[in-house]
T-cell receptor, first 110, second 112 residues
Framework: GESVGLHLPTLSVQEGDNSIINCAYS??????FIWYKQESGKGPQFIID?????DKRQGQRVTVLLNKTVKHLSLQIAATQPGDSAVYFC?????????FGAGTRLTVKP | DGGITQSPKYLFRKEGQNVTLSCEQNLNHDAMYWYRQDPGQGLRLIYYSQIVNDFQKGDIAEGYSVSREKKESFPLTVTSAQKNPTAFYLC???????????FGAGTRLSVL
């Protein structure tokens, strides 16, 4: 596969456990945030988004939490599965400008 | 089957050569983007286009060129002026008024 995301922070979890992936964003004026999942050799896939007027949003097996006070975003994945193994990165959006974090590599152990 | 198609998946460039990466979308999106992805780094914006026949430089436009003659197509040329072209290149598109960008599968460019 492709070597996307070398030297990234890594998180290793047991199949069935919950995963929490964190992201510190840089711009306090950012008003929209997205989590993407990128599997090896593929393009990023949209997972979930959240606006700055919310502090929590839930999807299917995923929850995003936003703490604007400390400029922190987290992605929680419930009952992690082997297919969840990928690099996850956050994106922050402000005034037509989107910035992407480098990501965290999630490995799920069977 | 709607989506964004990038081609080729792998591309090799000889020194001094220009190469063009293709990006086509059938999502009827107005905006299209090109990013470069290097190991351990976040995506960096090369060029973007909000509308046909118009495009803007991103953060790392030097050594690259684009065109937007059709809404569906946004090809990226990596010129010989780009001295470190080896990277994974991602094309994305978004609908006007929407912030979510949808990505293609990427092109990996290497130098021979």
């Amino acid at each position: 596969g492709e070597s996307v995301g070398l030297h990234l922070p890594t998180l290793s979890v047991q199949e069935g456990d919950n995963s929490i992936i964190n992201c510190a964003y840089s711009n306090s004026a950012s008003d929209y945030f997205i989590w993407y999942k990128q599997e090896s050799g593929k393009g990023p896939q949209f997972i979930i988004d959240i606006r700055s007027n919310m502090d929590k949003r839930q999807g299917q097996r995923v929850t995003v939490l936003l703490n604007k006070t400390v400029k922190h975003l987290s992605l929680q994945i419930a009952a992690t599965q082997p297919g969840d193994s990928a690099v996850y990165f956050c994106a922050e959006y402000n005034n037509n400008d989107m910035r992407f974090g480098a990501g965290t590599r999630l490995t799920v152990k069977p | 089957d709607g989506g964004i198609t990038q081609s080729p998946k792998y591309l090799f460039r000889k020194e001094g050569q220009n190469v063009t990466l293709s990006c086509e979308q059938n999502l009827n999106h107005d905006a299209m983007y090109w990013y470069r992805q290097d190991p351990g780094q976040g995506l960096r914006l090369i060029y973007y286009s909000q509308i046909v026949n118009d495009f803007q430089k991103g953060d790392i436009a030097e050594g690259y060129s684009v065109s937007r003659e059709k809404k569906e197509s946004f090809p990226l040329t990596v010129t010989s002026a780009q001295k470190n072209p080896t990277a994974f290149y991602l094309c994305a598109s978004s609908s006007s008024g929407m912030n979510i960008q949808y990505f293609g599968a990427g092109t990996r460019l290497s130098v021979l």
